[in-house]
């Protein structure tokens, strides 16, 4: 099984952008597809982007289309988040999750109980 850790939160203005990395342990990392949550102060953990074992498929949540991008390198273990145009109400901590499946669609991701967590990373929007 592998073992997740994220890196790349801070604190950052509206408008700004952060790249978060998930760096995962293991030899077998292209089997899994990769995911990415979200848990905002007082509210549950919601569903932010979900990439296939070959990044051949994508999916995002609608609250973050087309300003975030998920994408991976099976070569270096890690699977990023890239996030542009930032508000406010992207703050919260960011886990990277892990589905052991290379033919779960990402649409279907988060109905699935994930294989692995990380401890997560805290992202602070400023307006």
């Known amino acids: 099984q592998v073992q997740l850790v994220e890196s790349g939160g801070g604190l950052v203005q509206a408008g700004g952008s952060l790249r978060l990395s998930c760096a995962a342990s293991g030899r077998t990392f292209s089997s899994y597809a990769m995911g990415w949550f979200r848990q905002a102060p007082g509210k549950e953990r919601e569903f932010v982007a979900a990439?296939?074992?070959?990044?051949?498929?994508?999916f995002y949540a609608d609250s973050v289309k087309g300003r975030f991008a998920i994408s991976r390198d099976n070569a270096k273990n890690t699977v990023y988040l890239q996030m542009n145009s930032l508000k406010p109400e992207d703050t919260a901590v960011y886990y990277c999750?892990?589905?052991?499946?290379?033919?779960?669609?990402?649409?279907?991701?988060?109905?699935?109980?994930?294989?692995?967590w990380g401890k997560g990373t805290l992202v602070t929007v400023s307006s």
């Open positions: 999750a892990a589905l052991l499946s290379r033919t779960v669609a990402p649409r279907d991701f988060s109905d699935y109980d994930m294989d692995a």
């Open positions: 990439i296939s074992w070959n990044s051949g498929r994508l």
